[in-house]
T-cell receptor
Framework: AAGVIQSPRHLIKEKRETATLKCYPIPRHDTVYWYQQGPGQDPQFLISFYEKMQSDKGSIPDRFSAQQFSDYHSELNMSSLELGDSALYFC????????????????FGAGTRLSVL | SQQGEEDPQALSIQEGENATMNCSYKTSINNLQWYRQNSGRGLVHLILIRSNEREKHSGRLRVTLDTSKKSSSLLITASRAADTASYFCATDASNRIKAAGNKLTFGGGTRVLVKP
């Protein structure tokens, strides 16, 4: 079965550079979530989108922005990168409409490992 | 502060034994989910239990939920070496009615090592 696809898998950037992470949800999923997981830390929620509109917002820095496009894929844009932004960034998707028994279950991608040097 | 906290932080058992880990949370929830994460990799959904459920089974997994104590437990029976991973509980505690895209708040994770 198709899963959540994230690209790139690994990314190395310098401080103050920008980065764009992409997420392709499972087909027919309408909701996308972004999480950040620092080394040895729990995943922390950043932001989510439902039907291309921002749905919920967590501890996302002002330097980061995200959007969901008409084909439901999402991009996380990160500017003025700092050393502390080095982390695993996960995208997850879910299907929130249609009365599915799987509603509310978030399926995660393999993540993008960002290293800021 | 963390919504969920897990106990123990690490667990080492022999193959065939059972593994039990606990999770506590602080606010009312809509549902609680358990995820598995192999080192540095993605999170795999294991099981979801809704706030009006008390126990749920899926294969070798058994989850309990006690909303009065704001706690949950995950039991893995007859463990295998392939069960070696970190296990996280995550809560959906949104008070937004009929909302989508509710965030999950993850607990600290329990690292489980199953020795062959």
């Amino acid at each position: 079965a198709a899963g959540v696809i994230q690209s790139p898998r690994h990314l190395i950037k310098e401080k103050r550079e920008t980065a764009t992470l992409k997420c392709y949800p499972i087909p027919r999923h309408d909701t996308v979530y972004w999480y950040q997981q620092g080394p040895g830390q729990d995943p922390q929620f950043l932001i989510s989108f439902y039907e291309k509109m921002q749905s919920d917002k967590g501890s996302i820095p002002d330097r980061f922005s995200a959007q969901q496009f008409s084909d439901y894929h999402s991009e996380l844009n990160m500017s003025s990168l700092e050393l502390g932004d080095s982390a695993l960034y996960f995208c997850a998707s879910s299907r929130e409409t249609g009365g599915s028994l799987a509603k509310n279950i978030q399926y995660f991608g393999a993540g993008t490992r960002l290293s800021v040097l | 502060s963390q919504q969920g906290e897990e106990d123990p932080q690490a667990l080492s058992i022999q193959e065939g034994e059972n593994a039990t880990m606990n999770c506590s949370y602080k606010t009312s929830i809509n549902n609680l989910q358990w995820y598995r994460q192999n080192s540095g990799r993605g999170l795999v959904h294991l099981i979801l239990i809704r706030s009006n459920e008390r126990e749920k089974h899926s294969g070798r997994l058994r989850v309990t939920l006690d909303t009065s104590k704001k706690s949950s437990s995950l039991l893995i029976t007859a463990s295998r070496a392939a069960d070696t991973a970190s296990y996280f509980c995550a809560t959906d505690a949104s008070n937004r009615i009929k909302a989508a895209g509710n965030k999950l708040t993850f607990g600290g994770g329990t690292r489980v090592l199953v020795k062959p």
